[in-house]
């Protein structure tokens, strides 16, 4: 008979469950990149999720953990498939392998595996990359709307043949909406935003399919609200504030929230749970703080888009934001400012 | 309909509450003998008042609480006392304790009881003292002594009377309110007078139970008193607990570390009620308690009446308990239970279930993988604490982050053990915690007590040290004065011992001056000699060298050596001659 400790029963949940939800979760955004963009993402989270396995497991080896019980809660393979899908599709092979050997060793084992990581493995591959190959990084796929006539997207073969032979990708490349809009301001008369319902083609709907499987995971309580309504409030209020009417100026809400990695970045990357922060009160601080670092980057910086770095900048605020966030608990007046002090 | 405040948190676990309520309430035959620890509640222990060989009868008082926050322990049954001697006690820490042994002798014949038909009648205190006197203590699973909870001197508006029994699995306090309902309301109204007839008496229940709320209905009905209410609150563990039923019931908050009392409420379990009711109606004390027997290992679950005292094993035997098929013996619920050892240990008044689930139903825990902070423990605490962070805190030891991360407020419900998805005994962290953080604040106290004898036993022998150089001086005096008045009488000089003394004194201070700065030249001479050796060495250095590069710096050290020098003597041009000292004295 074991000696057991209260409590004697345990609900249905399992780590492993919420990792395959997130997993389902990234379908209808995977579903419109491949729309648009074709299969070259399918290919990066395959690449990714490869080596991340075999990174994890070489890793869990080396520093003398059950190799199949940690890999069983499938974190490495959300890192991998969340690192794959914010990749531009028909990189170089080498590009989600680096990414995601950087992401699993680097950023998580070297930290201490699981739970322990500060930064999200998944931005810091990515991060890793567009700092190290920014040529390869900023080169995406042209959408299936722009396409010249006669022109269709890229067959699963002709896409191992850039990924593997590396061969241009000539006419089908071109800018993203928001390096686009980045080095015009003025985005009129661009087919990438003709071409568009509210934002750019086909990156609303990748955004939108994102938003979707946001909600999804909303829905199950995999996370809560604050971090995702927090950083997309704080991105539209900004926005608004700059914005000075139709293509011009900085930009509208619609347009900021619906291009890049926004919606990835809102309800995949920023609700991470191990690197984000405790309170309610700490989250909706964390993802505003994102949403604003997100703005600025994106408007003022050198970088187009700023998902990553807004999120490992927060990921590094995490541990001050939760010192200073203690909520109230019963039975006490009102939370303390600065856990260790007395005031 | 009366407004209910909401609780942050809680969970909704299985029930499992049908399978214990489909037999009617049951009794049992006497077992071979009956096992009563003195320590059956919060508190101090009983002291036992019989001795082995004594023969008592039901209800006789076996052992006196010591003071007010103890309780009496009465025999459940006439017989013998064959045994008073340390015996497996139902504790979370499975040690044995001290207990008094009795052996039925079958007849079961009552000691004289005295009964009381009007309490109205009669001072509360002697009321209190009832109580008290029938050993009545928390039933509901705290064992706090009924009657130090009933003494209090804050005004009390509220009296809560908890039949919300939100844990899963157990049905006792269901049971009773079926079968006994008006003894309860009458219990209320009694508990009502002792605490100076607060305005409203509120019968709570979780509405999964429709039939104890229409008993209980029923019964404030038939009683007719205004300020009885039954009032239904959602099911939601863990709502039964005392400081969550106040802010279900009054949407305020029992401030950390009081009592409801606080707040004008007092909070007591049905069972209590009923307990307390029979003590002071028929005087009778607490010798049996409704026990829930549930679980798949058991062939029969129900609710029975056990005197207290009853060996476990006795009570698995008659419910068919059946141990290959069990994952755990748990005394109390699912959520807060406590797993039992050793079966031999007694029912007691505390035992308000005996839980034997089945593997399928109570699979045990996995390995506890990484905690991922995913926060679904900090949803579910209903004290709003960051449990993610406790168990940070606790693991890394920091006492300091889990004092204001409010550890000491844990309820330790095992609401977030049951959500986490890493399977992390969080419970199993925090009780760890608080027991290193107490046993580390005692030892710090004897610590402090330790320095403060130490620093008071150093002060004592200064002072005594202090005490005899004045009782030495004093008593040299007295003799210099002796030898005076004798020399003044015999020679009539004044006090020459006066005199050589003070030049004495003089000649030893003039010496001490003349030392130290003989002492200082001579240290400012080997200072010196140093210096002028090294300057020596290095201008040796110098003429050696032939590596031009290396002649800058060396000159430098040779430039330094020199100042060292100059600064030396210069320090013993200054200084006084010796000459010059003596004369100066002498003058």
């Known amino acids: 008979m074991a000696l057991l400790s209260s409590p004697h029963l345990r609900g249905p949940n399992s780590t492993a469950g919420i990792m395959q939800l997130v997993l389902l979760a990234t379908l209808p955004g995977f579903l419109a990149l491949t729309w648009f963009f074709g299969a070259g993402t399918f290919y990066n989270i395959l690449l990714a999720s490869v080596t991340a396995v075999t990174a994890e497991a070489l890793m869990l080896k080396l520093r003398r953990r059950p190799v199949a019980f940690y890999l069983k809660d499938y974190s490495a393979l959300v890192t991998a498939v969340l690192l794959g899908l914010a990749l531009p599709p028909y990189a170089p092979w080498w590009i989600p392998v680096v990414g995601a050997l950087s992401a699993i060793i680097i950023a998580k084992h070297l930290y201490g595996g699981l739970g322990y990581n500060p930064f999200n493995p998944a931005m810091v591959g990515y991060v890793v990359l567009l700092i190290s190959f920014p040529v390869e990084m900023t080169q995406w796929a042209t959408p299936l709307p722009l396409l010249p006539e006669g022109q269709s997207l890229l067959g699963p073969i002709t896409a191992l043949e850039h990924i593997f032979l590396e061969t241009p990708l000539d006419a089908h490349s071109g800018a993203t909406p928001l390096e686009r809009f980045y080095i015009n301001q003025i985005y009129q008369n661009e087919p990438l935003f003709t071409e568009a319902r509210w934002a750019g083609a086909g990156w609303e709907w990748v955004n939108i399919g994102f938003l979707v499987g946001g909600l999804f995971l909303l829905y199950k309580k995999v996370f809560t609200w604050h971090v995702p309504v927090s950083m997309l409030l704080s991105l539209g209020i900004l926005s608004l504030f700059f914005y000075e009417g139709t293509y011009a100026g900085g930009g509208s809400p619609v347009f900021h929230w619906l291009s890049g990695g926004i919606m990835l970045g809102a309800f995949f990357i920023a609700t991470d749970p191990v690197t984000s922060v405790a309170s309610r009160r700490g989250k909706l601080i964390f993802g505003a703080a994102i949403g604003i670092l997100v703005y600025v980057i994106r408007s003022w910086s050198n970088y187009p888009e700023g998902v990553a770095f807004a999120v490992l900048l927060m990921n590094f605020a995490a541990p001050f934001i939760d010192h200073y966030t203690v909520p109230r608990s019963y039975g006490h007046p009102k939370s303390r400012q600065g856990v260790g002090g007395k005031g | ?587």
């Open chain 2, 1 to 587: 309909m009366r407004k209910l405040w909401n609780i942050p948190g809680g969970i909704h676990p299985p029930e499992h509450k049908v399978q214990s309520l489909g037999q009617p309430l049951a009794s049992l035959p006497l077992p071979e003998e009956l096992v009563l620890p003195v320590s059956q509640h919060l508190g101090n222990p009983a002291q036992p008042v019989v001795e082995v060989g004594d023969t008592v009868l039901r209800g006789q008082l076996v052992a006196e609480g010591r003071d007010s926050i103890s309780a009496n322990v009465h025999a459940s049954t006439s017989g013998t006392i064959v045994a008073i001697e340390d015996r497996p006690l139902p504790h979370p820490s499975g040690l044995d304790g001290l207990c008094i042994v009795l052996k039925p002798d079958g007849q079961d014949q009552w000691a004289q009881l005295e009964a009381c038909e009007d309490y109205r009648q009669e001072d509360r205190r002697a009321l209190l003292e009832r109580i008290q006197a029938a050993g009545v203590a928390g039933l509901g699973g705290a064992g706090f002594p009924t009657a130090a909870k009933l003494r209090t001197d804050q005004e009390i508006r509220t009296l809560i009377i908890n039949g919300t029994e939100c844990e899963p699995y157990i049905t006792a306090d269901d049971m009773l309110m079926r079968e006994q309902p008006d003894e309860i309301v009458q219990g209320a109204l009694l508990l009502s007078y002792i605490l100076g007839e607060p305005g409203e008496v509120l019968v709570v229940i979780e509405d999964n139970k429709p039939e104890a709320i229409a008993a209980m209905r029923d019964a404030v009905v038939r009683a007719a008193d205004a300020r009885l209410e039954v009032v239904v609150i959602p099911t939601k563990y863990p709502s039964g607990g005392e400081k969550q039923l106040v802010q279900i019931l009054t949407g305020q908050e029992v401030p950390s570390g009081k009592l409801p009392a606080h707040l004008g409420i007092v909070c007591q379990n049905v069972g209590t009620v009923v307990a307390a009711y029979r003590a002071v109606r028929y005087g009778e004390p607490l010798i049996e308690r409704i026990t829930t027997v549930t679980g798949e290992a058991f062939a029969s679950q129900r609710n029975v009446r056990v005197r207290l005292g009853t060996p476990m094993a006795f009570l698995l035997k008659q419910h068919g308990y059946d141990p290959a098929r069990a994952a755990s013996l748990v005394m109390g619920g699912p959520m807060m239970g406590f797993a039992i050892l050793n079966p031999d240990a007694p029912v007691i008044k505390t035992t308000n279930c005996l839980l034997a689930p089945s593997r399928q139903e109570a699979p045990p825990p996995g390995p506890a993988q990484a905690c991922i902070r995913c926060g679904l423990c900090a949803e579910v605490c209903p004290a709003s604490l960051l449990p993610q962070q406790l168990y940070w805190h606790a693991r890394a030891q920091d006492e300091d982050k889990l004092q204001s991360h409010h550890l000491f407020d844990c309820i330790e419900c095992g609401a977030c053990a049951y959500v986490c998805p890493s399977q992390i005994p969080l419970v199993q962290f925090y009780r760890a915690a608080k027991g290193e953080i107490r046993r580390r604040n005692e030892d710090r106290q004897l610590a402090d007590r330790a320095r403060a004898r130490f620093d008071f036993r150093k002060q004592r022998i200064e002072e005594e040290k202090e005490a005899r150089r004045l009782a030495r001086e004093a008593a040299q005096a007295e003799a210099q004065a002796r030898a005076a008045a004798s020399a003044t009488i015999a020679t009539d000089r004044p006090k020459p011992e006066a005199a050589a003394r003070s030049a004495k004194l003089l000649a030893v201070a003039a010496k001490a001056q003349q030392n130290a700065a003989a002492n200082q030249r001579s240290r400012l001479e080997r200072n010196l000699l140093a210096a002028e050796a090294r300057l020596e060495k290095l201008q040796l250095r110098l003429k050696e060298i032939d590596d031009a590069s290396q002649e800058g710096p060396l000159l430098a050290r040779i430039k330094e050596a020199e100042l060292a020098c100059q600064a030396v003597r210069d320090k013993l041009a200054a200084l006084p001659s010796e000459e010059n000292e003596t004369s100066k004295e002498d003058s």
